[in-house]
């Protein structure tokens, strides 16, 4: 089966708001068997809504609507839905009840305008909305001759998430066939895509029968595998033989094998090897430290740190000499191996890491352009220094330096 997500809303058609909820759901009806092979953003325009309703049903065995159920003039998608599919709308006084209910327990007077909330399409199941006011709706019966399911769900993401787990998912798995569906992914640090699929093309492609996609959000590259099989043991067993042929081309750049982010690796090493590590940041100011710490249980291996912007600040708090800065700059091998070795005495952590670079739009030179980024990582022992180039916008340098940071851990504990 396929799916249609229809996202509503004339704020998602801004540069200032983004849908989130389509991921969400796709990932659901994944899990199910269903492919999502349309999404669709329409504004709160009921033509226009009604339009691409008839399109989706047209095209798709499952269409879900997202936003448009609440009380005002420019919430449309009970009656756009309802006039593509040629029915009426009928009052529910329970809702109606309930939603007087949900106003007085607030001692609120409720607006006239809430009564349209309860309004139902004919032969649809409202559902429940604990988190808010507009109840769900689910709808499934033969339109043109097809089998279709019809589904309404309340556009903020508290209140969508619940309802389809608590209401939707469960009708869903009663209705659709047993779908049995593996997955992997694959994470490797800090390879050119085109690299990376060049590598890996002629291996993947042997196997027809999984299907891989690569994605290439900053600083990394994931393979996604899924593959469909008689049995969950089968579909499994295709993801995981592809996935081996994978790593095994790839070796220490891959690392992840089941998606998990790159702190989450070096926590992981950080926490087995019972190791601790210190930061001293300058151009990703505190990104590094963020990231180590938004794992949960990071307080066992990561001690803290310095973001050191100022020359002032990489003296005083990681005791970097000043002859040091004046002879080679803040940016700088020597200076970020004086700041790794300072912020590991400072700390007394197994691993002092530091970054120091140009992050940009301004402040470049020739000599040392933007995008310029020292990492260092000492340990008492050895301190190893990577320079590289980022040639991107700031945010996406200061990614790339963490990354680069962070992968520097992940080897060194290998």
């Given at each position: 089966?396929?799916?249609?997500?229809?996202?509503?809303?004339?704020?998602?058609?801004?540069?200032?708001?983004q849908d989130t909820n389509s991921l969400f759901l796709t990932a659901?009806?994944?899990?199910?068997?269903?492919?999502?092979?349309?999404?669709?953003?329409?504004?709160?325009?009921?033509?226009?809504?009604?339009?691409?309703?008839?399109?989706?049903?047209?095209?798709?065995?499952?269409?879900?609507?997202?936003?448009?159920?609440?009380?005002?003039?420019?919430?449309?998608?009970?009656?756009?839905?309802?006039?593509?599919?040629?029915?009426?709308?009928?009052?529910?006084?329970?809702?109606?009840?309930?939603?007087?209910?949900?106003?007085?327990?607030?001692?609120?007077?409720?607006?006239?305008?809430?009564?349209?909330?309860?309004?139902?399409?004919?032969?649809?199941?409202?559902?429940?909305?604990?988190?808010?006011?507009?109840?769900?709706?689910?709808?499934?019966?033969?339109?043109?001759?097809?089998?279709?399911?019809?589904?309404?769900?309340?556009?903020?993401?508290?209140?969508?998430?619940?309802?389809?787990?608590?209401?939707?998912?469960?009708?869903?798995?009663?209705?659709?066939?047993?779908?049995?569906?593996?997955?992997?992914?694959?994470?490797?640090a800090l390879m050119p895509e085109s690299e990376c699929d060049a590598?890996?093309?002629?291996?993947?492609?042997?196997?027809?029968?999984?299907?891989?996609?690569?994605?290439?959000?900053?600083?990394?590259?994931?393979?996604?595998?899924?593959?469909?099989?008689?049995?969950?043991?089968?579909?499994?067993?295709?993801?995981?033989?592809?996935?081996?042929?994978?790593?095994?081309?790839?070796?220490?750049?891959?690392?992840?094998?089941?998606?998990?982010?790159?702190?989450?690796?070096?926590?992981?090493?950080?926490?087995?090897?019972?190791?601790?590590?210190?930061?001293?940041?300058?151009?990703?100011?505190?990104?590094?430290?963020?990231?180590?710490?938004?794992?949960?249980?990071?307080?066992?291996?990561?001690?803290?740190?310095?973001?050191?912007?100022?020359?002032?600040?990489?003296?005083?708090?990681?005791?970097?000499?000043?002859?040091?800065?004046?002879?080679?700059?803040?940016?700088?091998?020597?200076?970020?191996?004086?700041?790794?070795?300072?912020?590991?005495?400072?700390?007394?952590?197994?691993?002092?890491?530091?970054?120091?670079?140009?992050?940009?739009?301004?402040?470049?030179?020739?000599?040392?352009?933007?995008?310029?980024?020292?990492?260092?990582?000492?340990?008492?022992?050895?301190?190893?220094?990577?320079?590289?180039?980022?040639?991107?916008?700031?945010?996406?340098?200061?990614?790339?330096?963490?990354?680069?940071?962070?992968?520097?851990?992940?080897?060194?504990?290998?």
């Amino acid at each position: 089966m396929n799916a249609e997500i229809i996202a509503i809303g004339s704020e998602l058609l801004t540069p200032f708001r983004q849908d989130t909820n389509s991921l969400f759901l796709t990932a659901e009806l994944n899990k199910l068997g269903v492919d999502v092979d349309y999404k669709t953003v329409v504004g709160d325009d009921r033509n226009r809504l009604t339009s691409i309703a008839r399109i989706a049903l047209d095209r798709a065995d499952v269409v879900i609507f997202m936003g448009g159920l609440g009380p005002t003039e420019d919430d449309l998608t009970r009656e756009a839905v309802a006039a593509a599919l040629h029915l009426q709308l009928k009052r529910d006084p329970d809702i109606v009840a309930s939603l007087y209910a949900r106003f007085a327990a607030r001692k609120i007077k409720m607006p006239d305008n809430n009564l349209k909330q309860a309004d139902v399409i004919m032969g649809a199941t409202a559902l429940p909305n604990q988190k808010g006011s507009a109840p769900g709706q689910y709808l499934e019966g033969t339109i043109d001759g097809r089998e279709r399911i019809v589904i309404l769900l309340p556009g903020p993401p508290v209140e969508l998430k619940p309802m389809f787990k608590d209401e939707v998912l469960p009708r869903l798995q009663r209705k659709l066939p047993p779908a049995f569906i593996a997955t992997r992914e694959l994470r490797v640090a800090l390879m050119p895509e085109s690299e990376c699929d060049a590598r890996v093309a002629p291996i993947y492609k042997e196997h027809k029968d999984v299907e891989t996609t690569i994605l290439a959000p900053v600083g990394e590259v994931q393979l996604h595998l899924k593959a469909r099989g008689k049995s969950q043991e089968e579909a499994q067993e295709k993801v995981d033989a592809l996935a081996e042929e994978l790593e095994d081309e790839l070796g220490e750049n891959v690392f992840s094998s089941r998606g998990e982010s790159l702190e989450q690796i070096v926590g992981y090493f950080l926490d087995m090897r019972g190791s601790t590590v210190a930061v001293a940041e300058s151009c990703t100011g505190g990104l590094l430290g963020q990231r180590l710490s938004s794992v949960s249980g990071s307080s066992r291996y990561f001690l803290g740190g310095a973001i050191v912007y100022s020359n002032e600040l990489k003296r005083s708090l990681a005791d970097v000499p000043p002859l040091l800065l004046k002879e080679h700059g803040a940016v700088s091998r020597e200076v970020a191996i004086a700041l790794a070795e300072g912020i590991r005495k400072k700390c007394k952590s197994t691993f002092g890491v530091a970054v120091t670079g140009i992050a940009g739009p301004t402040g470049g030179t020739p000599e040392k352009p933007i995008g310029l980024v020292y990492h260092a990582i000492a340990d008492g022992k050895k301190t190893e220094v990577v320079k590289r180039n980022f040639p991107s916008e700031r945010d996406r340098v200061r990614w790339w330096a963490s990354q680069q940071a962070l992968d520097m851990i992940r080897r060194k504990l290998m």
